[in-house]
C-alpha cells in the first residue's frame, strides 16, 4: 500500500516534470515564431520609414549647405516633405512645438478627421520606429523627427504607416498559436502521462527485485541462525556433559556458522557487484596451467566420492583476465558439478578455440536441469531444488555471481543439456 502510494506520487512528478520540459520548449519555439513573423512583416514598412526620413534629412542638409536666392528668403514657401519621396503610404504629420497639427490640408480632410483629430503629440520615443494605435482600433507604425530647421513653424515630423493588415494577419497568427498551444498541452499531458509510466517501469522493477533480494538474504541468514542457536540452547542444558557426548550439536552448529560465513561473504559480492565498487585486477593467464592448478583439489574430491574427474585442456593461451574472479568462478562451477552428481557420474572440465575466443566448458553427468528452469538458475537465491541445495549447503547465489564475473570479463555464460545426461556450463571468454 505505501509502497504503491510511493509509485504514483513519483510518477506523478515525474509527469509534471515532463509537462514543464514540454510546456517550456513550445512556449520558446512558439515565441521564436511569433517574434520571427511580426519582425518579417513589420520590417518592409520599417524600411519604407527609415528611408523615407533619410530622404528627408538629405533634403533638409542639402537646403542648409546651398546660400538661399532671393535674400535668404525661399520663393518655393515651406519645404515639402513629400517632394523626394511620394511614396503614398505614408502620411507625413507636421507638428508644432505645442502640439498642434501644421499641415491638416495636406494630409487631406477625409484622412485627418477619420483618424488624426484627438491624436495627441508623443515625444518619448525620438527617431525611433514606434507603434501606436489610433481610437483603439486602428494600427500604425510612426518614426518621430524633431525638426532643427528654424525657417518655420514645423517643431516635429511624424511619419506614419497604417499597419491594419499586417496586424490582422499577426492577430490571427497569435490566434493560431494560443489554440495550438492548447491542443499542443492537453496532447502533452497524455504523453507525459506515458512516459511517466515508461520511466517508472525499471525503477518499480529494481524496488522489486532489491526488496526480493533483502527479503531472500534475511530469510536464509535466518535460518542457520536459528539452527545455531538451538543447538547453543541445548548444550547449555547440559553444561556438565562431556563434548564428544553432544558432537553432534557442535558439529552442525559448525556447519551452519561455515554456511554462514560463505553466505554473507557471497552477498557481499553481489553487493559490490551492484554498486559498480569492485574493480577487476587483470593480468595475464595461461588458462590450461591455471585451470590444471584449480582442479587438482577437485580431482581429489570426485576420486574420493566415486566420480570420474577428466581434463581436455586445449587452448594454449594467455587471457587477460582476474586471476581472483577466474579462481571463484571456476569453484562455482565445480562446486555444482560435485553438488549435482552421485556415485560414478563423471565430472570434466574442456578448453579450446572458436571464433577468436577461448571457451570453457564444465561438464557433469549428474541429475541436469530441467530445461523450462534453465534461464533462470542465474537469477539470484533460484534454486531447482530448495530442500536438496540446503542439504547440500547451496543458497542459490553460485550462477549469479558466475555470471557477474563472466561478464565482467566481456564472456558469455549458459547452460546446455548433455547428450547422455547432465550439464556442461559453457563460458566464452575473449582472447
Ligand atoms: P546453489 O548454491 O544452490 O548451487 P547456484 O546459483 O550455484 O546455487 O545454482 C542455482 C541452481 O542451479 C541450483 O540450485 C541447481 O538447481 C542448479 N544447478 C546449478 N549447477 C547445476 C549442475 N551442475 N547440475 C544440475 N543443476 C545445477
Known amino acids: 500500500m505505501f509502497k504503491k502510494k510511493i509509485?504514483?506520487?513519483?510518477?506523478?512528478?515525474?509527469?509534471?516534470?515532463?509537462?514543464?520540459?514540454?510546456?517550456?520548449?513550445?512556449?520558446?519555439?512558439?515565441i521564436i515564431i511569433f517574434s520571427q513573423v511580426q519582425n518579417t512583416l513589420y520590417s518592409k514598412t520599417d524600411e519604407e520609414l527609415s528611408s523615407f526620413?533619410?530622404?528627408?534629412?538629405?533634403?533638409?542638409?542639402?537646403?542648409?549647405?546651398?546660400?538661399?536666392?532671393?535674400?535668404?528668403?525661399?520663393?518655393?514657401?515651406?519645404?515639402?516633405?513629400?517632394q523626394k519621396n511620394p511614396n503614398p503610404r505614408i502620411m507625413v504629420v507636421e507638428w508644432s512645438e505645442e502640439g498642434q497639427i501644421l499641415n491638416k490640408d495636406e494630409i487631406g480632410t477625409l484622412l485627418y478627421?477619420?483618424?488624426?483629430?484627438?491624436?495627441?503629440?508623443?515625444?518619448?520615443?525620438?527617431?525611433?520606429?514606434?507603434?501606436?494605435?489610433?481610437?483603439?482600433?486602428?494600427?500604425?507604425?510612426?518614426?518621430?523627427?524633431?525638426?532643427?530647421n528654424e525657417g518655420?513653424?514645423?517643431?516635429?515630423?511624424?511619419?506614419?504607416?497604417?499597419?491594419?493588415?499586417?496586424?490582422?494577419?499577426?492577430?490571427?497568427?497569435?490566434?493560431?498559436?494560443?489554440?495550438?498551444?492548447?491542443?499542443?498541452?492537453?496532447?502533452?499531458?497524455?504523453?507525459?502521462?506515458?512516459?511517466?509510466?515508461?520511466?517508472?517501469?525499471?525503477?518499480?522493477h529494481s524496488w522489486n527485485k532489491q526488496a526480493e533480494f533483502v527479503e531472500n538474504a534475511s530469510h536464509e541468514l535466518r535460518t542457520p541462525l536459528t539452527i545455531i542457536q538451538n543447538k547453543l540452547e541445548l548444550l547449555l542444558t547440559a553444561p556438565q556433559e562431556k563434548i564428544a557426548s553432544k558432537f553432534e550439536n557442535i558439529a552442525l552448529s559448525l556447519a551452519e556458522t561455515r554456511r554462514l560465513s560463505k553466505l554473507t561473504s557471497d552477498l557481499l559480492t553481489l553487493a559490490r557487484a551492484d554498486s559498480a565498487e569492485t574493480q577487476l585486477v587483470k593480468q595475464k593467464i595461461h588458462v590450461?596451467?591455471?585451470?590444471?592448478?584449480?582442479?587438482?583439489?577437485?580431482?581429489?574430491?570426485?576420486?574420493?566420492?566415486?566420480?570420474?574427474?577428466?581434463?581436455?585442456?586445449?587452448?594454449?593461451?594467455?587471457?587477460?583476465?582476474?586471476?581472483?574472479?577466474?579462481?571463484?568462478?571456476?569453484?562455482?562451477?565445480?562446486?555444482?558439478?560435485?553438488?549435482?552428481?552421485?556415485?560414478?557420474?563423471?565430472?570434466?572440465?574442456?578448453?579450446?578455440?572458436?571464433?577468436?575466443?577461448?571457451?570453457?566448458?564444465?561438464?557433469?553427468?549428474?541429475?541436469?536441469?530441467?530445461?523450462?528452469?534453465?534461464?533462470?538458475?542465474?537469477e539470484r537465491f533460484y534454486r531447482e531444488d530448495k530442500a536438496r541445495t540446503r542439504e547440500s549447503g547451496g543458497v542459490g547465489l553460485g550462477l549469479s555471481i558466475a555470471q557477474w564475473i563472466v561478464e565482467q570479463h566481456n564472456g558469455t555464460i549458459k547452460a546446455i543439456p548433455n547428450h547422455s545426461k547432465g550439464t556442461t556450463f559453457k563460458v566464452k571468454l575473449p582472447k
Not at 590444471?292 to 594467455?318: G, M, T
Request: aromatic share 10%; proline share 3%.
Open 53 to 82: 526620413k533619410n530622404k528627408i534629412a538629405d533634403h533638409f542638409s542639402g537646403e542648409i549647405k546651398s546660400p538661399m536666392p532671393n535674400n535668404g528668403v525661399d520663393p518655393t514657401g515651406p519645404p515639402n516633405r513629400r
Open 288 to 378: 590450461d596451467s591455471f585451470i590444471r592448478n584449480v582442479c587438482v583439489p577437485y580431482s581429489e574430491i570426485a576420486e574420493s566420492q566415486d566420480k570420474h574427474f577428466w581434463l581436455n585442456l586445449n587452448s594454449d593461451i594467455q587471457i587477460e583476465a582476474d586471476e581472483v574472479r577466474l579462481h571463484q568462478l571456476l569453484v562455482i562451477l565445480l562446486d555444482n558439478a560435485l553438488k549435482y552428481t552421485g556415485e560414478n557420474d563423471s565430472i570434466g572440465v574442456k578448453t579450446y578455440l572458436e571464433e577468436q575466443r577461448i571457451v570453457l566448458e564444465v561438464s557433469d553427468t549428474g541429475i541436469g536441469i530441467k530445461e523450462e528452469n534453465r534461464k533462470q538458475i542465474f
Open 152 to 204: 518655420d513653424e514645423i517643431a516635429y515630423t511624424q511619419l506614419m504607416i497604417n499597419v491594419d493588415p499586417e496586424q490582422l494577419i499577426l492577430n490571427n497568427f497569435g490566434k493560431l498559436i494560443i489554440i495550438c498551444s492548447v491542443i499542443f498541452i492537453v496532447l502533452s499531458i497524455s504523453a507525459s502521462y506515458f512516459l511517466s509510466k515508461k520511466m517508472m517501469t525499471p525503477i518499480i
Open 7 to 30: 509509485f504514483r506520487q513519483q510518477q506523478f512528478k515525474f509527469m509534471i516534470l515532463n509537462l514543464l520540459a514540454f510546456t517550456i520548449i513550445f512556449a520558446i519555439f512558439g
Open 113 to 148: 478627421e477619420n483618424y488624426l483629430y484627438d491624436y495627441q503629440l508623443d515625444k518619448t520615443n525620438i527617431d525611433q520606429v514606434t507603434m501606436t494605435r489610433i481610437h483603439d482600433l486602428y494600427d500604425f507604425r510612426y518614426i518621430l523627427i524633431e525638426d532643427t
